[in-house]
């Protein structure tokens, strides 16, 4: 394990800073290097949800834009490579990690040159997470600036292996080497036991508490999160929790009233500290059709709650089915429905809640994955 204590490395880290798997892995692996004695630079346009509000070796950056009446679509990726130069001179950062490709990658590139016109050097280190690359990097707008600006990263890592093979395809990408860092979660955080069982009490009044976490993009297919949820309830009294919001948290509503549920739906609306919600859960349900690894559902699985979602991307690479979960093909909402009311069963619930929780410690633990961070980024500075 590589081991920088004592001797640590300035980093720059942009992300998107909204709800969102991707920002929250930045931030979180942001806090955790700074525990492990590297300074660490946000730079984005505004503080990262997760970002604590103080820590000594964490500094946030805002990125401003100007708005001029001859630009009718603001340049934020100009003043994000504006800003990246100005925060590696005045910081005299080591390297630049960026989540997601676009335009953080370019924007990295960007700034790396400008360096480099000064004689210095500023390796650039790209994390894809997943619609950067199978949506946003494979329109034709944006797929020949994606491949250039994966390209001419110094290091790129994918969150599941699944993405890895999604870029490769896309993009072919033959000038770089894509490695496979899976997204991790911190087991002091994510745990059960830490919490007290009275929010289960609270959440469901004595009915199964199902969950699901996003920003509620049409990807998630929030209409099948209800759909799933009317068929488990129709045999086990059970609440859905709604935590997080966006286009089409409505759409939930208008199902769970067409259903006749709406009365056992709650909306929470966004929330930063899901681990005590997730510890409250007996189920997680994340349905989407489209998933590069599925962050919310290792944080499930990390509280002890058994994961039912679509056998589709990377997710098949963090829920085990049968053992963690069950996936089924994209719109069975029937099978989930079955596979829910046999997990719910007390015995197999406390079976399938203890191999989650292991399987979570043994295969995504923080201090391992970090570590591999540090080792890539120990190659992109030397």
Same mark, same amino acid.
């Given at each position: 394990?590589?081991?920088?204590?004592?001797?640590?490395?300035?980093?720059?880290?942009?992300?998107?800073?909204?709800?969102?798997?991707?920002?929250?892995?930045?931030?979180?692996?942001?806090?955790?290097?700074?525990?492990?004695?590297?300074?660490? /630079?946000?730079?984005? !346009?505004?503080?990262?949800?997760?970002?604590?509000?103080?820590?000594?070796?964490?500094?946030? /950056?805002?990125?401003?834009?100007?708005?001029?009446?001859?630009?009718? !679509?603001?340049?934020?990726?100009?003043?994000?490579?504006?800003?990246?130069?100005?925060?590696?001179?005045?910081?005299?950062?080591?390297? *630049?990690?960026?989540?997601?490709?676009? =335009? /953080?990658?370019?924007? %990295?590139?960007?700034?790396?040159?400008?360096?480099?016109?000064?004689?210095?050097?500023?390796?650039?280190?790209? @994390?894809?997470?997943?619609?950067?690359? @199978?949506?946003?990097?494979?329109?034709?707008?944006?797929?020949?600036?994606?491949?250039?600006?994966?390209?001419?990263?110094?290091?790129?890592?994918?969150?599941?292996?699944?993405?890895?093979?999604?870029?490769?395809?896309?993009?072919?990408?033959?000038?770089?080497?894509?490695?496979?860092?899976?997204?991790?979660?911190?087991?002091?955080?994510?745990?059960?036991?830490?919490?007290? =069982?009275? &929010?289960? @009490?609270?959440?469901?009044?004595?009915?199964?508490?199902?969950?699901?976490?996003?920003?509620?993009?049409?990807?998630?297919?929030?209409?099948?999160?209800?759909?799933?949820?009317?068929?488990?309830?129709?045999?086990?009294?059970?609440?859905?929790? &709604?935590?997080?919001?966006?286009?089409?948290?409505?759409?939930?509503?208008?199902?769970?009233?067409? &259903?006749?549920?709406?009365?056992?739906?709650?909306?929470?609306?966004?929330?930063?500290?899901?681990?005590?919600?997730?510890?409250?859960?007996? *189920?997680?349900?994340?349905? @989407?059709?489209?998933?590069?690894?599925?962050?919310?559902?290792?944080?499930?699985?990390?509280?002890?709650? =058994?994961? *039912?979602? !679509?056998?589709?991307?990377?997710?098949?690479?963090?829920?085990? /089915?049968?053992?963690?979960?069950? *996936?089924?093909?994209?719109?069975?909402?029937?099978?989930?429905?079955?596979?829910?009311?046999?997990?719910?069963?007390?015995?197999?619930?406390?079976?399938?809640?203890?191999?989650?929780?292991?399987?979570?410690?043994?295969?995504?633990?923080?201090?391992?994955?970090?570590?591999?961070?540090?080792?890539? !980024?120990?190659?992109?500075? %030397?």
């Amino acid at each position: 394990m590589v081991d920088w204590r004592g001797d640590g490395v300035k980093i720059g880290i942009t992300c998107y800073p909204t709800y969102g798997g991707s920002g929250a892995v930045a931030t979180e692996l942001g806090i955790a290097l700074a525990e492990r004695g590297h300074d660490v /630079h946000f730079i984005t !346009y505004q503080a990262p949800f997760r970002l604590p509000s103080f820590h000594p070796r964490i500094a946030f /950056h805002e990125v401003g834009v100007g708005h001029y009446p001859l630009f009718q !679509y603001p340049p934020y990726d100009l003043a994000l490579a504006v800003k990246m130069h100005e925060v590696a001179t005045q910081q005299s950062l080591d390297l *630049l990690h960026v989540h997601y490709a676009i =335009p /953080h990658a370019t924007s %990295a590139w960007i700034a790396k040159e400008m360096l480099q016109e000064q004689g210095k050097r500023l390796p650039v280190v790209t @994390t894809l997470h997943g619609t950067d690359i @199978t949506i946003v990097g494979q329109d034709h707008s944006y797929h020949a600036i994606t491949k250039f600006s994966i390209e001419r990263s110094d290091r790129v890592t994918a969150v599941s292996q699944f993405l890895k093979d999604e870029t490769v395809a896309a993009f072919g990408c033959g000038n770089s080497r894509v490695d496979v860092i899976p997204n991790f979660v911190d087991p002091a955080t994510f745990d059960r036991e830490a919490f007290s =069982p009275e &929010l289960h @009490t609270q959440l469901g009044g004595g009915r199964r508490v199902l969950m699901h976490i996003s920003n509620f993009r049409p990807v998630k297919r929030v209409r099948d999160v209800v759909r799933i949820f009317a068929k488990v309830n129709a045999v086990v009294p059970s609440v859905l929790v &709604l935590v997080g919001d966006g286009p089409d948290r409505a759409a939930a509503e208008e199902e769970a009233r067409s &259903l006749g549920v709406i009365e056992y739906v709650k909306c929470l609306g966004k929330i930063d500290g899901v681990a005590p919600l997730l510890a409250a859960a007996d *189920l997680y349900l994340i349905p @989407t059709d489209r998933e590069s690894f599925g962050l919310s559902a290792l944080e499930a699985l990390a509280c002890g709650v =058994p994961v *039912l979602g !679509y056998a589709v991307g990377g997710l098949v690479e963090v829920v085990q /089915h049968g053992v963690t979960g069950a *996936l089924r093909p994209v719109g069975d909402t029937d099978a989930l429905a079955a596979d829910g009311i046999a997990l719910l069963e007390p015995a197999r619930w406390r079976t399938v809640s203890a191999a989650a929780r292991a399987d979570a410690r043994a295969r995504f633990t923080q201090t391992e994955i970090v570590a591999r961070y540090e080792a890539l !980024y120990r190659e992109a500075v %030397a």
